[in-house]
T-cell receptor, first 113, second 112 residues
């Protein structure tokens, strides 16, 4: 069975500070992992994805995530937060085969000026 | 990657009525999906729509309430039938491409 846990439904950081959004997964097989961002009143936009290539994945807008199999984690980071990063972030997992796609419950990021 | 145009972007509907949401993809895709995002919650898969076959519904969702059409490889509709205030949500369509999924911009539905 597949599942995703996002620790912290709300995260606040100061502008310029490190952003760290946590995601842990459970999977019986090596998964594909994704981070999506949802800006207010908009749909989902793919930030980055891990598909069993390099464990450190770089995405758009300066975000990156590292796949750590030993920790079953795929945390999202950005060295310096911008005001425009304020949004809802979703971690998601899917199996190597099949079409089921599981989302975490989301983390709302607030950036404080 | 594919671009999905979803409409309407928002609507306010009377209870008991139905609303049909449309998604147009700018390229052919095998699988399309419909999600619901209730206020303050994550996305829940409603159904998977393959062209030329009946949609496959997840537990808790039924065809009579959420009929889906998939007439070709670039288009799908979701109807929310006999609406009640509990149906107020954001509805998103998605298309699978390779390892990932592209999403429409969502339909924000309010039922009064």
């Amino acid at each position: 069975a597949q599942s995703v846990t996002q620790l912290g439904s709300h995260v606040s950081v100061s502008e310029g500070a490190l952003v760290l959004l946590r995601c842990n997964y459970s999977s019986s097989v090596p998964p594909y992992l994704f981070w999506y961002v949802q800006y207010p009143n908009q749909g989902l936009q793919l930030l980055l994805k891990y598909t069993s290539a390099a464990t450190l994945v770089k995405g758009i807008n300066g975000f990156e995530a590292e796949f750590k199999k030993s920790e079953t984690s795929f945390h999202l980071t950005k060295p310096s937060a911008h005001m425009s990063d304020a949004a809802e972030y979703f971690c998601a997992v899917s199996m190597n085969t099949g079409n089921q796609f599981y989302f975490g419950t989301g983390t709302s990021l607030t950036v404080i000026p | 990657s594919a671009v999905i145009s979803q409409k309407p972007s928002r609507d306010i509907c009377q209870r008991g009525t139905s609303l049909t949401i449309q998604c147009q993809v700018d390229s052919q895709v095998t699988m399309m999906f419909w999600y619901r995002q209730q206020p303050g919650q994550s996305l829940t898969l409603i159904a998977t729509a393959n062209q030329g076959s009946e949609a496959t519904y997840e537990s808790g969702f039924v065809i009579d309430k959420f009929p889906i059409s998939r007439p070709n490889l670039t288009f799908s509709t979701l109807t929310v039938s006999n609406m009640s205030p509990e149906d107020s949500s954001i509805y998103l369509c998605s298309a699978r491409q390779g390892y990932g999924y592209t999403f429409g911009s969502g339909t924000r539905l309010t039922v009064v």
